[in-house]
């Protein structure tokens, strides 16, 4: 476009490149051939403007761990996802039988993993199913999964079929999920209460928060096998490594406070400390979202008033 107030010419794209870059155009052009000085010019262009994407600072490490790239999972040698069975007709109207085959380490996840075979509902073939392993499966259990299932360890029942207080893990939220709280090694749930009129059921979560679920939503019986498994220390920083080897790419982890002020907002000062609040909100830019993000409250829990609002006590 021509200005109307001070008409000049429309710019060419080497206007806007810095002065060596458009001596290096001009050079081109008079001596080389043109359709490769537009090519090159291009990439030229392209290389000028990436190089402006990020002018202040440095990327810091939590807005690289969002990219991913070197901080993906590693999942090159896990089983498989740990699901219930998706629900059919079987379960919905009365069982279906399953055998305990295998009960498998899974890299990365605390607790086992134990391989379930059922029989195909409309071919004759075997399915293949992996549970989360609750404490006191073992091989060759037959377990059996529907609305008329016995209570006993290793089923999978309704949470509306089971009486208060009964302990549960691998629980469906919504209906159909095939089990997404209470999965981690020693985690449980509790049935509180059941409502008929509205078809809810009420359940405390291993945080302590209690939480409302439609009362067809599925739980295994029991609690998660290996648990205790905090409970001995690492010791050395070998174990460490071979820890979270498995997981993903977050150790060792350096202190935001240990770092300089281009790589972290905590950063830089005579003696490491933090030097202002932690607390960001939500709308923070990347760079500076690091600490207590949005925080509501900040400190312990303290009074059973409190505790009580969290469904603690």
């Known amino acids: 476009p021509v200005c109307v107030l001070f008409p000049c010419p429309p710019l060419s794209p080497t206007h806007f490149l810095p002065p060596t870059l458009h001596f290096l155009c001009t050079e081109q052009r008079r001596l080389g051939d043109r359709t490769d000085i537009r090519k090159r010019k291009r990439i030229l262009l392209l290389l000028f403007y990436c190089s402006r994407v990020v002018t202040m600072g440095r990327v810091i490490r939590a807005q690289r761990k969002g990219a991913g790239g ?14 219930l069975r998706a629900a059919d007709y079987a379960e919905r109207h009365g069982y279906i039988r399953g055998v305990v085959k295998k009960i498998i380490h899974d890299p990365g996840r605390g607790a086992p993993l134990a391989e379930v075979h059922f029989r195909d ?27 008329k299932a016995a209570l006993a360890i290793g089923n999978v029942l309704p949470v509306g079929q ?5 302990i549960i893990s691998n629980v469906e939220i919504q209906a159909g999920d095939r089990g997404s709280v209470a999965r981690a090694s020693g985690n449980y749930a509790t049935v509180i209460s059941h ?11 291993p945080s302590g928060l209690k939480k ?3 009362s067809h939503s599925r739980a295994v019986v029991g609690l ?29 982890k350096v202190r935001g406070v240990a770092m300089n002020p281009v790589e972290h907002p905590h950063g830089g000062g005579n003696h490491q400390h933090v030097g202002h609040a932690t607390t960001v909100k939500r709308t923070t830019s990347a760079g500076r979202k690091v600490g207590l993000i949005a925080a509501r409250r900040t400190g312990l829990l303290r009074g059973k008033s409190k505790l009580a609002l969290r469904g603690i006590v």
């Open 70 to 83: 070197i901080f993906k999972a590693h999942t090159t040698h896990r089983k498989g996802a740990a699901k």
């Open 195 to 205: 409502n008929g009129d509205t078809g809810k059921s009420r359940i405390k979560l």
């Open 224 to 252: 998660v096998a290996g648990g205790g498994r905090m409970d001995k220390p690492l010791l050395k920083a070998g174990n460490a490594y071979w820890k979270y080897k498995a997981k993903r790419n977050e150790w060792p």
């Open 212 to 214: 409302t679920i439609p």
């Open 121 to 147: 509902t409309t071919k004759y073939r075997k399915v293949k199913e992996l549970f989360v392993c609750v404490e006191g499966m073992y091989t060759g259990q037959a377990i059996y999964c529907g609305k």
């Open 162 to 166: 089971m009486p208060e207080g009964t």
